[in-house]
């Protein structure tokens, strides 16, 4: 056994396990906090159960209503303490989809009482607004040479089609 290596591993471990703590003291981190109008535990049970994710916390009383959900990976709150605040779409959620089927599961999903609007949005029953796009949108959309096209192409639809938009982006 080299005595020299278990010295630093022992010497290293505290200190390793004293930067972790920490940084995890220090953390920063910014989490969407939804004040909906409607009953918080229907939203969280029906967001966990269409982005296959988890209901972290609930807190219902008489004067409000509260959920912490993780859905594709996030963290969002959720509350109802009243009609004093009211959504719109100047924020919304957007939904990267690496399939048309992935796609299409999650806009049934959110269509189920909500409003599609234009080019991937859609306001769902909550009053959440969500953009549900292909993953790398983004890209073709910044592509120099085919990027306008495939905006112009983007703007016609209103529940993104991944063909049409990825025949743009090949100049079909």
């Known amino acids: 056994m080299n005595t020299r290596r278990t010295t630093h591993v022992t010497v290293l471990r505290p200190l ?3 930067a972790a703590h920490l940084f995890n003291e220090h953390m920063i ?3 969407p906090f939804l004040w909906l109008q ?6 969280a049970y029906f967001y966990a159960e269409l982005f296959d994710g988890e209901v972290l916390a609930e807190d219902y009383t008489r004067e409000s209503q509260a959920a912490t959900i993780r859905v594709a990976g996030q963290t969002i709150h959720l509350c109802n303490a009243g009609p004093r605040k009211e959504l719109t779409d ?3 959620l957007k939904v990267s989809c690496s399939t048309q ?7 049934a999903g959110l269509l189920r009482g909500g409003t ?8 769902d029953r909550f009053g959440v607004t969500w ?3 292909p993953a790398h949108l983004h890209e073709w959309l910044r592509d120099p040479q085919r990027g306008t096209h495939v905006t112009e192409i983007m703007h016609r639809m209103v529940k993104l089609d991944f063909a049409p938009l990825e025949a ?3 100049g079909d």
């Open 29 to 31: 981190s910014a989490t």
């Open 38 to 43: 409607h009953p918080v535990d229907d939203a």
């Open 168 to 170: 743009a982006l090949r």
């Open 116 to 123: 599609p609007t234009a080019a991937g949005w859609i306001d």
């Open 131 to 133: 953009q549900v796009v």
């Open 90 to 92: 100047a924020f919304s």
């Open 101 to 107: 089927d992935d796609l299409d599961r999650i806009w």
């Open 16 to 18: 390793l396990a004293m």
